[in-house]
């Protein structure tokens, strides 16, 4: 089972693709991780793509799709896995099922974790960080006990500039430039699926396993 998971930053599709790849046994794969563990083992793809990265330069699309496809032909990806922020333009899903299907493979699944703009500025500017330990909390998911004060070290917490409602709605502005034509390339494909992320963790999970299959 190969899984795209698809949706705006703070839609918690990085979460539901945890949850898939343990309920079904499969490795959930996020670019990010693909990028440390190359680097880290001084690959000839990591060496690439740490060049352009200590430029601060965005990684080409030729090699993020060399990365990932070196990753899915890994022995432990060999019944499935989830794509978690792969692939965030069109070029990169086209390169993706060239190089799948060139090696006989295709995805199975893209699906897109929906959650309203409104409602992602609220959540996301709800987070607070804690300036000493660095714990998280949310204002009305996850609240301390005394308003303003970290649990862990009793520090004060702060809203991140990255959890700021103007940052947020930049990154979502880029998101759907970018990635929201991908919406239309997989249902296109015939295999994208929509999920309502505004509703409750786990009932979130259940309406992916329903799409699924238990």
Same mark, same amino acid.
């Given at each position: 089972?190969?899984?795209?998971?698809?949706?705006?930053?703070?839609?918690?599709?990085?979460?539901?693709?945890?949850?898939?790849?343990?309920?079904?046994?499969?490795?959930?794969?996020?670019?990010?991780?693909?990028?440390?563990?190359?680097?880290?083992?001084?690959?000839?793809?990591?060496?690439?793509?740490?060049?352009?990265?200590?430029?601060?330069?965005?990684?080409?699309?030729e090699l993020v799709v060399d990365l990932v496809v070196d990753r899915v032909n890994q022995e432990d990806c060999?019944?499935?896995?989830?794509?978690?922020?792969?692939?965030?333009?069109?070029?990169?899903?086209?390169?993706?099922?060239?190089?799948?299907?060139?090696?006989?493979?295709?995805?199975?699944?893209?699906?897109?974790?929906?959650?309203?703009?409104?409602?992602?500025?609220?959540?996301?500017?709800?987070?607070?960080?804690?300036?000493?330990?660095?714990?998280?909390?949310? *204002?009305?998911?996850?609240?301390?006990?005394?308003?303003?004060?970290? &649990?862990?070290?009793? %520090?004060?917490? @702060? #809203? $991140?500039?990255?959890?700021?409602?103007?940052?947020?709605?930049?990154? *979502?502005?880029?998101?759907?430039?970018?990635?929201?034509?991908?919406? &239309?390339?997989?249902? %296109?494909?015939? @295999? #994208? $699926?929509?999920?309502?992320?505004?509703?409750?963790i786990e009932d979130v999970f259940k309406a992916v396993t329903d799409?699924?299959?238990?």
């Open positions: 089972m190969k899984i795209i998971m698809l949706g705006a930053p703070g839609a918690g599709k990085g979460t539901q693709a945890k949850k898939i790849a343990a309920k079904y046994n499969i490795p959930h794969i996020s670019t990010g991780d693909i990028f440390r563990a190359n680097i880290k083992n001084g690959t000839e793809l990591g060496k690439k793509a740490k060049t352009y990265m200590d430029q601060g330069l965005l990684v080409p699309d060999k019944d499935g896995y989830v794509l978690d922020g792969f692939p965030r333009t069109i070029p990169q899903a086209e390169a993706l099922d060239k190089a799948l299907g060139d090696m006989g493979q295709k995805m199975d699944y893209a699906i897109d974790v929906n959650v309203p703009d409104e409602n992602i500025v609220r959540r996301m500017s709800g987070r607070r960080a804690c300036v000493g330990c660095g714990a998280t909390y949310h *204002l009305v998911y996850a609240p301390t006990k005394e308003e303003g004060i970290c &649990d862990v070290c009793g %520090k004060e917490l @702060i #809203l $991140r500039d990255d959890d700021k409602p103007e940052t947020v709605q930049k990154r *979502l502005n880029v998101y759907h430039e970018q990635t929201q034509p991908l919406i &239309d390339y997989y249902a %296109k494909a015939g @295999i #994208l $699926r929509e999920v309502d992320g505004t509703i409750d799409i699924l299959g238990a």
